[in-house]
């Protein structure tokens, strides 16, 4: 006879994985260079949006926390900081005992308006045991000359997730577990 999964031993990777995500998708990190795409997807004098995400995702993987807050916009900085976030890292290490990586598994279709970008992205959580893999949009504001990540891209994470409530900032967010 098969042994029924406990509740509360499942929910601890998602848990964990819930709170990787709302680092990484509740900042961002912008700027630095439009990663060899010198074009600018007809917005104007604006690179190319998606380089900042993979630059989001590196930062947390090395753990360079300032260099993660740096990139957020300014309406996110305001409403945290970089204590925040190393907190919630910390709370990551303790309930795993390791910070999951973060990998950008997809990027899709990018809609750029003036100084606004949403961008569809399949993040993953990489998992002891496997990935979790997430999509949904990112959104980034123009500031100071590059892109930052400007919503709370990960309470949509979360409600995919089952472990908290979607956001509203973006009308087009249909949040979907990727395939």
Same mark, same amino acid.
Request: charged content about 15%.
């Given at each position: 006879?098969?042994?029924?999964?406990?509740?509360?031993?499942?929910?601890?990777?998602?848990?964990?994985?819930?709170?990787?995500? *709302?680092?990484?998708?509740?900042?961002?990190?912008?700027?630095?260079?439009?990663?060899?795409?010198?074009?600018?997807?007809?917005?104007?004098?604006?690179?190319? !949006?998606?380089?900042?995400?993979?630059?989001?995702?590196?930062?947390?993987?090395?753990?360079?926390?300032?260099? &993660?807050?740096?990139?957020?916009?300014?309406?996110?900085?305001?409403? *945290?900081?970089?204590?925040?976030?190393?907190?919630?890292?910390?709370?990551?290490?303790?309930?795993?005992?390791?910070?999951?990586?973060?990998?950008?598994?997809?990027?899709?279709?990018?809609?750029?308006?003036?100084?606004?970008?949403?961008?569809?992205?399949?993040? *993953?959580?990489?998992?002891?045991?496997?990935?979790?893999?997430?999509?949904?949009?990112?959104?980034?504001?123009?500031?100071?000359?590059?892109?930052?990540?400007?919503?709370? &891209?990960?309470?949509?994470?979360?409600?995919?997730?089952?472990?908290?409530?979607?956001?509203?900032?973006?009308?087009?967010?249909?949040?979907? !577990?990727?395939?």
């Amino acid at each position: 006879m098969l042994a029924k999964p406990r509740p509360a031993l499942v929910a601890i990777p998602r848990l964990a994985s819930a709170i990787a995500l *709302t680092i990484v998708l509740a900042a961002g990190c912008g700027g630095g260079g439009d990663g060899g795409n010198n074009g600018n997807d007809g917005s104007g004098d604006h690179v190319d !949006p998606a380089p900042t995400l993979y630059a989001v995702v590196d930062a947390i993987n090395r753990g360079d926390i300032q260099s &993660f807050y740096n990139g957020l916009s300014a309406d996110r900085r305001a409403s *945290t900081t970089a204590a925040d976030v190393q907190r919630a890292l910390d709370s990551v290490q303790l309930i795993l005992g390791y910070v999951p990586k973060l990998e950008i598994t997809e990027v899709g279709a990018k809609r750029m308006n003036g100084d606004s970008a949403e961008v569809d992205t399949t993040l *993953t959580v990489q998992l002891r045991g496997g990935g979790i893999p997430v999509t949904d949009v990112a959104i980034l504001k123009w500031e100071a000359g590059s892109w930052h990540l400007g919503d709370h &891209f990960l309470d949509q994470a979360l409600a995919v997730l089952n472990l908290g409530g979607g956001s509203t900032t973006s009308p087009s967010a249909s949040p979907t !577990p990727a395939r």
